[in-house]
């Protein structure tokens, strides 16, 4: 038996997003089914985490056991010839037998694409979130700020979300432009649903001054979702990539665990 992880890109626009569902299409389902076709029987597919109907990745990672003869680094070119187009394996390697795409992460950055012009753009409308309006860049880079730490992210969550923890860590969260598009980078322990949507939505309200600066902080110390903007669309929001820990020894010291 070998571990075999996938580094992945897909477009999310026609799934339901990565975990695999009873009546929609899921990325999970379309890469078990590539493997099943390749080695037989029932393949499950781990991955670093979900990512919600219409969300894209630029860099998911997940990982498969398998006893087949095919080379690890053959992989990639083997499920890319069954995959859909919008499904890509960028690398396949072999890993310790006790590796975890999910248990293992140690961080993960999503990037949120804001098309700032007065006309959207035919070429990238289901990539961004189109904002036709003037933005003070500095003031939402102030507001940024106050996410950064440890805290307690329940306002920013999605209400029909189940978690009972709602910790979470910040450990960066930057704004850059390139011409008519605006990037916001959001490196964090892990994230709530619909945690990313909701600070992109919010920091376009800040950045049109209909939020004051400090809406961020407020939403976190009153854990008031009414405190906060939309939630952006999912197409402009992707998985950018996944760090891991050495080891599940080294995340428990990192965490405190032991």
Request: glycine letters at 6%; proline letters at 2%; a neutral charge.
């Amino acid at each position: 038996m070998e571990r075999i992880r996938l580094d992945i890109e897909y477009d999310g626009t026609n799934y339901c997003g990565w975990q695999r569902q009873k009546e929609e299409l899921a990325i999970q389902q379309v890469i078990e089914e590539a493997i099943d076709k390749t080695q037989g029987g029932n393949c499950t597919v781990e991955g670093s985490g979900r990512t919600d109907a219409g969300v894209h990745a630029l860099n998911q990672v997940a990982h498969f056991d398998s006893t087949c003869t095919i080379p690890p680094e053959s992989w990639r070119f083997v499920l890319n010839n069954i995959l859909p187009p919008d499904v890509r394996i960028l690398k396949s390697a072999k890993v310790q037998n006790d590796w975890h795409a999910r248990f293992w992460v140690k961080d993960k950055t999503y990037k949120y694409v804001f098309h700032n012009s007065r006309v959207n753009t035919a070429i990238k409308r289901n990539y961004s979130f189109f904002v036709p309006y003037r933005l003070d860049e500095d003031k939402m880079k102030r507001a940024l700020e106050d996410l950064i730490g440890e805290h307690d992210f329940d306002a920013f969550m999605s209400r029909k979300s189940q978690k009972e923890n709602t910790v979470r860590t910040i450990y960066s969260a930057r704004l850059e432009r390139a011409r008519d598009e605006l990037y916001l980078y959001v490196t964090g322990s892990g994230f709530l649903h619909n945690m990313v949507r909701t600070i992109a939505g919010t920091l376009v309200d800040i950045g049109r001054g209909h939020l004051s600066e400090d809406t961020f902080k407020k939403a976190i110390e009153n854990k008031d979702r009414i405190i906060l903007g939309i939630t952006a669309d999912a197409g402009g929001l992707f998985l950018h990539h996944v760090n891991y820990f050495n080891s599940m020894e080294e995340k428990q010291r990192a965490r405190g665990e032991i």
